[in-house]
Structures are given as structure tokens and as C-alpha cells.
């Protein structure tokens, strides 16, 4: 089976697409061009499918690679038989080959290597092949005796550590004893004598047993980070019925051969010494690498939901963080982001100036007509809300106010980016900024920051931080292009993401358009320095050019089709300076008086870009994120002491997990809606807004549990 069959056949696709995928990313295309503006040579694959074509060739070539190597180490230690190679290239799994390769990979010295270099080889074949004779067993042994094996029971002692490394690496005994304990193996976990674990953090696993087929991703990286904090003690457990009959499927101990007992010793020495621990090494591996992929996968999803709430437009905001001791942060912009004004104030604990904090937001309000305010979630964020409350009730009664997260606001603060940005402002004043203006474009700010930083996963801190940071760049790239960017406001942190770009050419861009003032059209672009025709190629449809020369610079249109689309505009009797609402009854009359099939034949066109361009000569670089709900803008405040089992309430989803999803409702603490309270079929994401219903209040665990 060729690589295209087999991801195609994983994937349930048609062969030759995997094959355009495949070239079009070694032509060094991006996902986002491939997905957009390539359909009608892939066939209509979306950029999940193309990216999981991507990771799994990438699996395939290296899987071709160590093959490669294991059958040339193989062969040069002159061990290469025809059924090996025959087995070796049959092989589908990396797991699999080097089970294959496990007894001829070159070792540091082992019992069973010192045992070899006795001349004890001899001895061990004896004991695997359970002869049926009538000698004893020091004259069997007797001579194999010499300076360096004085007794028979050294002998005897060597050939049993050949015997047992044999039986160890047996490719088909690592294979089978693998997949049963994967099965029916039992992870078991116990504190650590006088571990500390002062908050409990661990407590569900002091004395914690789970067949490993049931653990689910959570649990494994709960339970890793538990072992690696010393707290807990871990080990997994095959039933000894499990691993004995796959070893004596392959050597079979001979009640009537004398050697049964050394059989049967090295046997136990095999699965106690170098089987089991090995087993258990790649079970938890394969656990690990499992768990990790899926915790990837959830915050991968959670950050594409957060990158993709919408723009709250046209609102002059003023940003609240939080703190306590050195003062709650205060920044306003207006609604292109500018700043406009920033101040400290302190009205929590140790000062408590409570009422001069209100005086001066209510002057910062009246004096630049602030209409919302954005409150960091973190230090103090409930006990600001209180403030932002009362200044809503007493002075500013038709201001709103939200929550939203300030993950990485710090991050972003300290860097050099915001140094470039806010050159004049302290460092401590600049997370305020950050907290107001992601109000006003999510993505336009969070795009600033390492997405790692933004903080909308599980154990992000345990896992693979290379797949991580692949795996969330993906994303970001991914919600970027879909928006589509301004190219002549985009920040460099948001350039850099556009198809095709990246860090450096982004800045390149930037400083073209300081020096030369705004871009008048996308053909222009082509004038940056180092911007070359691949990139321009693989960025242009993504890149927006707002009151240009060219109305179709304006749409997700791709360059290379505007002919088309001048056609389509010709055909319905338009020109492109129409405003695009106008465009729409003569298009509809267009299409009804020719089919897009018979369209698009006639123009040379395939039909999915002959249908996009109809789509965008309607609704030009229409923002995909018109169609999320808006966040929820409160103007009281809650605590727990206002709940009561019962009542329902609006909420919004803040970060969804393995076990539920943790939701907003107004008050300190974010609620718990269990995942045995979402009914089958029902998908929540981060920004979502939903009616929920109070189950149970905990005030001194902090804890509220939710039903939808």
C-alpha cells in the first residue's frame, strides 16, 4: 500500500487527493492558501484534512527513514536474513520495527553480553531448545568450565541470562505482552512516604487503581505530574496469567527435558528483570503521548473559540487590572485602540481608598466618553467588578461592564513588542491597555502574545512543549486568515501570521509602510523588499486593502482570479466601484439565467472558486466572526451569597475540559458544569453563551456545580 492509499484509507479520502495535498505542501504552500484558493486540485479538502495529510506523511517519512537505518545496521552486522527484511518492511509501526530490531540493536555491556563473551552462547541454546536427554546438568555444563566459569551453577547462571534477554527481546513477546497489558494492565498509585501535598492537590490518587484501557487523558497527566512532584508512586501491574502464556507460546518449557527448570528461572528473570519494566516503560509512554495529544487538541480548540469571539466595535474602553496592593491599572482607548489616558487607583486593601477610586473612574468616564469597561479576571477582578458596579449605578448609568481573561496581559507587558508600542507608557500600565483593547478586537491583541501564555487549556505546562507550540501557531495562523487582515493597520504581530509572511517579512512590511504611507492596492505589495512572488502568491488573498484603487482588494478574492470575477461583474452588467449590497440582485439574475456549472465552463473557472467569488462580490472579506454570540455586558455584580439552588443564569464559557466546561456566571468563582450535565451531541466552546441552572453551592470549597 502506497502512503497516499494509507492516509487516504485513515482519513476516508480519495487517494489522489492525499497526492495534491502532498505536492502542494512540498511545493511549499500553506494551509490556508492549499484550503482557500487550491480546492479544485484537492478536491474540496478542508485545512483540518490537509494538516492531518501533512502530520501523517511527515509519520510515514520518518517511519521510511528508520527503516532505512535499522535494515542497514542489520545488514552490517551480517544478521539480515530475507524473512527479516521481509518483516522489517512489512512493518506499519515505529513501535513495531523496533520490537523487530530490539535483538540486534548494538547494547551497552549486559549480563547477558558478559554471559556471550564467556562462550556460554552454546548452553543458553541448549535451554531453549529442551532437549530430551539423560545427562546431568554439570555434565552438560562441564565443558563450558573454565578460569572465567569455575562452577556449573555460573554456567548454568550465564546461559540463563541469555536465555532471559532472548526471551525479552523477541520481537513477538514485546508485541502481544504490550498489547495485553494495555488492556488489561493496572495502573496503581500511592502517596509517597512523607511526600507533601499540603493543599491536597493529589488526594484522588493517594490510593488510586484504574485498568489502563479506562484512564482517561486527564487522569494520565494528573498522575505524571503527581510522580514527577514526588508525591505520588506509581506502577503498573500485568496479571502474571497474561504474560506467561504469551511467553510460553514462543518457548515452551518441556516437563520431560532436564533443562524445564532453567527454562522456567530465566523465564521469571526475563519477565521480572527486563520484560515487565520494559513493558511498563512504553505503556506509559503510549499513555503519556495519547493524553498529550488530546490536552494539545483541547487547547488548540479553546484558543481557536477565544481567537474567534467578536470584535466588540465602535466603544470608546477603559481598562481595569486588577491588584491589590500596588493598585488596580487604568488604561482608556478609544475605538481605534489608541490611548488616550491611564491612571492607578487603590481601592482594595491595604488602602481601601474605595471612594477616591470612584471619583477618579467617573472622571476618566465623563472626561473621554467612555461606553464600556473591560476588568481584567485575575487578582481582585470580583472585588473590582464590585467597584465597576457601584460607579455604573451612581455615576455612569449607561456604561456596561465585562470580564474579560487577562492571560498573558503580563506576558505581553514586559515585551519587546509592547515596548514599541507603548514606548512612553510603565510596564505595569501597558497590561491595561492589553485588557482594554482585546474587548475591542480579541484576535488583533491576543495575537501579541505567545499563545502558549493565553492560558485556555489543561496541564499546558506538561506536555510536549514543540508539539504545543506547533500545534497553537497552527491555530492562530489558522483564525488570522480566516478574518483576513488589514495590510495597512495590522500590527507586525499580526502580519506575522498571514499565510506566507512570517516574523521578519511582517516587520519588513510595517517599516515599508511607515516610510511610504498606506498600501493603495495589493499590487503594491509586491514593492516590499524581500516580499517575492511565492509570498506575495500565498499572502495576497488574505491581506485586505481598504479604499483602494481596486474594490476586489477589499474581498478574499485571490489576485490570480480577479479576471474571473471582472468577468462574472461584466456578465450581470456591474462594475466593481458598485457597493457590494447593490451588487446582489444581478448577480441573483446572473446565476438564474445561467447555472455556476455552465458558469464556470464558460469563464474556465473551477465551480468552488467561481462560488466563492459570488459569495465574496456580495460580502466582501465578510468576518467570520459575525456569527459568535457577543459577550455577556453586565451592570451588577453577584456573589455566592446571592445564589440559590434553582435559579438560572446567562453565562459564558471560559474554558472547557475533559470533565466539563468551567462557565462565568458573575461571581467570584467560575461554576463547573460537569460533563455528566452536557447532554450526548451537544459541543460547547470558549466564548459560548448559555443558560445554566444552579445544582449545588459549596461557599467554602468555593465551588459551584451547574446543570445546563
Not at 282 to 299: G, K, P, Q
Request: proline share 6%; aromatic share 4%.
Amino acid at each position: 500500500m502506497t502512503h497516499a492509499e494509507a492516509i487516504a484509507q485513515t482519513l476516508s479520502i480519495r487517494p489522489q487527493q492525499v497526492t495534491a495535498a502532498v505536492e502542494l505542501l512540498d511545493d511549499g504552500n500553506t494551509l490556508p492558501f492549499i484550503a482557500r484558493y487550491r480546492k479544485e486540485v484537492t478536491g474540496g479538502l478542508d485545512e483540518e484534512q490537509i494538516r492531518q495529510i501533512g502530520e501523517l506523511i511527515q509519520k510515514l517519512r520518518a517511519l521510511d527513514e528508520r527503516r532505512a537505518a535499522i535494515l542497514a545496521s542489520i545488514e552490517e552486522q551480517g544478521k539480515l536474513t530475507p524473512e527479516l527484511r521481509q518483516q522489517i518492511e512489512a512493518a506499519e509501526t515505529l513501535t513495531a520495527l523496533e520490537d523487530l530490531y530490539q535483538p540486534y540493536r548494538p547494547k551497552r555491556r549486559t549480563r547477558a553480553s558478559i554471559a556471550r563473551e564467556k562462550g556460554l552462547q552454546p548452553l543458553a541454546d541448549l535451554i531453549l531448545q529442551q532437549p530430551h536427554t539423560k545427562d546431568s546438568l554439570e555434565k552438560l555444563a562441564a565443558p563450558f568450565l573454565n578460569e572465567n566459569v569455575p562452577t556449573s551453577e555460573d554456567a548454568w547462571s550465564g546461559a540463563r541470562d541469555i536465555v532471559a534477554e532472548t526471551i525479552s527481546d523477541h520481537a513477538d513477546v514485546r508485541s502481544r505482552t504490550r498489547q495485553r497489558a494495555m488492556q488489561w494492565g493496572i495502573i496503581r498509585c500511592e502517596k509517597a512516604a512523607d511526600a507533601a501535598d499540603e493543599r491536597g492537590v493529589y488526594q484522588t490518587y493517594y490510593a488510586f487503581e484504574q485498568r489502563v484501557d479506562r484512564l482517561r487523558p486527564h487522569q494520565v497527566l494528573a498522575i505524571n505530574r503527581g510522580e514527577s512532584e514526588k508525591v505520588l508512586r506509581v506502577r503498573l501491574e500485568v496479571p502474571e496469567r497474561d504474560w506467561q502464556s504469551i511467553v510460553a507460546d514462543v518457548f515452551r518449557p518441556d516437563l520431560l527435558s532436564p533443562l524445564h527448570d532453567q527454562l522456567i528461572m530465566a523465564i521469571n528473570d526475563a519477565a521480572e528483570r527486563l520484560l515487565l519494566p520494559a513493558i511498563e516503560r512504553d505503556v506509559r509512554r503510549a499513555l503519556t503521548e495519547s493524553a498529550e495529544t488530546h490536552a494539545i487538541a483541547v487547547f488548540a480548540a479553546n484558543l481557536r473559540a477565544l481567537l474567534s469571539q467578536p470584535p466588540l466595535a465602535g466603544h470608546t474602553v477603559l481598562g481595569i487590572d486588577p491588584g491589590y496592593r500596588t493598585g488596580c491599572k487604568v488604561a482608556v482607548v478609544d475605538p481605534t485602540g489608541m490611548l488616550l489616558d491611564t491612571a492607578t487607583i487603590y481601592p482594595h486593601e491595604p488602602q481601601n481608598k474605595w471612594k477616591e477610586a470612584l471619583e477618579t473612574l467617573a472622571a476618566l468616564v465623563k472626561t473621554h466618553g467612555v461606553t464600556l469597561i473591560s476588568i481584567g479576571n485575575g487578582t481582585a477582578s470580583r472585588e473590582t467588578e464590585k467597584l465597576a458596579a457601584e460607579l455604573i449605578q451612581q455615576h455612569t448609568p449607561n456604561v456596561k461592564y465585562l470580564i474579560v481573561s487577562e492571560a498573558g496581559a503580563s506576558v505581553y507587558s514586559a515585551s519587546p513588542l509592547a515596548r514599541a508600542e507603548l514606548p512612553q507608557l510603565d510596564v505595569s500600565l501597558r497590561g491595561a491597555v492589553s485588557i482594554a483593547r482585546r474587548v475591542q478586537d480579541p484576535l488583533a491583541e491576543l495575537v501579541k502574545i505567545d499563545p502558549k501564555s493565553i492560558g485556555v487549556g489543561l496541564y499546558q505546562h506538561d506536555v510536549d512543549q514543540k508539539k504545543l507550540a506547533e500545534s497553537l501557531s497552527g491555530v492562530v495562523e489558522s483564525v488570522v486568515n480566516a478574518v483576513g487582515v488589514d495590510a495597512c493597520t495590522a500590527s507586525p504581530a499580526l502580519l506575522t501570521y498571514v499565510a506566507g509572511i512570517g516574523a521578519r517579512l511582517a516587520e519588513k512590511i510595517v517599516e515599508y509602510r511607515n516610510q511610504n504611507g498606506a498600501f493603495h492596492s495589493r499590487e503594491a505589495l509586491r514593492n516590499v523588499p524581500g516580499l517575492g512572488p511565492k509570498a506575495f502568491e500565498q499572502a495576497a488573498g488574505f491581506l485586505r486593502i481598504r479604499g483602494g484603487d481596486n474594490p476586489l482588494d477589499e474581498s478574499a478574492i485571490h489576485p490570480e482570479s480577479y479576471p474571473i470575477a471582472e468577468a462574472v461583474l461584466q456578465k450581470a452588467g456591474l462594475s466593481a466601484h458598485i457597493p457590494p449590497a447593490a451588487r446582489k440582485p444581478a448577480l441573483d439574475a446572473l446565476l438564474q439565467r445561467q447555472s455556476i456549472e455552465k458558469l464556470a465552463a464558460e469563464l474556465s473557472a473551477g465551480i468552488p472558486t467561481l462560488t466563492d467569488i459570488f459569495e465574496q462580490l456580495v460580502r466582501p472579506g465578510r468576518d467570520p466572526r459575525q456569527d459568535t454570540p457577543p459577550p455577556i455586558l453586565r451592570s451588577d455584580v453577584l456573589s455566592m451569597e446571592d445564589l440559590a439552588i434553582g435559579m438560572r443564569l446567562k453565562g459564558t464559557v471560559r474554558n472547557v475540559v475533559d470533565f466539563g466546561a468551567f462557565v462565568d456566571i458573575g461571581v467570584k468563582q467560575d461554576g463547573l458544569l460537569h460533563r455528566s450535565q452536557i447532554p450526548a451531541g451537544t459541543l460547547l466552546q470558549v466564548g459560548d453563551v448559555i443558560e445554566v441552572e444552579i445544582h449545588k453551592i459549596e461557599p467554602e470549597r468555593g465551588r459551584i456545580s451547574l446543570g445546563l
